[in-house]
């Protein structure tokens, strides 16, 4: 039969093929040899097992299937390979047909990248604005600053507390009062520029994602509810809590909590494929030089003694991640 590649709801796809009867022999004798060579029969060394006994002691079953297995394993990459179909996830195999010295019949289900049919994104972060008063610092919250830090170094006991003054300032290391509260008010507005641009990007990429047509495949979403739980798990237990009675504590278990990350989960997997279509689109990645050089400062900051234990081909996909999306945020920043 000829092989079918059909296209399914949720940017899934179905493979049907055959593998020829003389492949499958090939397989078929490649799969004998593999469990003769581990095979532990009384009388027989491992590897000189007569055929018939080994086809008796495992059954002609296992055997075939066996040789299925090895047979896909071979075909279902040349397959992805040769019909350009970006798979994702595990596939699920069906055999349609399996006999000795016959044609291996299979259908394979798997997820696959979507397709991403942007908008005019450029059009579209050329006319998304910060407004100009979001990094304007107030003297009230400077006012508010000063009063948190007077708070903060407040001593135990009925002293009173400390007069903010010029003596005050040089307590914090500032020659003077009108020093220190430059020092905060740069400090603050670094920190509304910072949450400004977030806000930006966050707002071109929600605009974009209202013109794009995305069908979501459901295995992308269950990757970013593992990365939301992972994230959560390891914020939990960075507080001191064990995961355990934080979920006792909100009366949820695992499986309650996923469900409830279902459309934050859909938005996250949607925005990574609508910034993975631009920087292919626009060729945006970071250099060797960048990759290597996040890589390196991210590892000086282990103890020397942990340095050695890290993956650092797993640093680097991450270090990329986040490089190749920084420099796709900048270019959208730039749109003039």
Known sequence: MPLSIKKLPK???EIEDEISADDFEHHYKDALKELNEKSAISGFRAGHVPENILVEKIGEGSLLEHAAEHALQNE????????????????????TKIARKNPLGFKITVAVLPEVTLPDYKNIAKNTTTKTDE????????DDALEFVKKSGKKEGDAPPPEINDEFAKKLGQKDLTALRELLRQNISEDKTIKARERKR?????????????????VLIMSEKEKMSLELRSSIENMG?????????????????????????????RYALIL???????????????LNDFTEKNIAQYPETERKKVDK????????GILRNEKIFQFLESQK
Request: proline share 5%; hydrophobic share 35%; charged share 40%.
């Open 313 to 320: 081909p797993r640093l680097k996909d991450y270090a990329y």
């Open 202 to 218: 966050m707002e071109i990429l929600d605009k974009i994602s209202a013109s794009t047509n995305i069908e979501i495949p459901e």
């Open 11 to 13: 940017s899934m796809v």
């Open 276 to 290: 993975r279509e631009i920087a292919n689109a626009e060729k945006i990645e970071p250099t060797e030089a960048e």
């Open 241 to 269: 809590m064990k995961w355990d009675d934080y979920l006792l504590h909100i009366k949820k278990n695992e499986d309650e909590l996923k469900k409830d990350w279902s459309q934050e989960a859909e938005k996250r997997a």
């Open 135 to 142: 990094t304007k610092v107030e003297e009230k919250e400077i």
């Open 76 to 95: 279902y990459p040349k397959i992805l390979e040769e019909h350009k179909i970006d798979a994702i996830g595990h596939p699920q195999i069906t055999i």
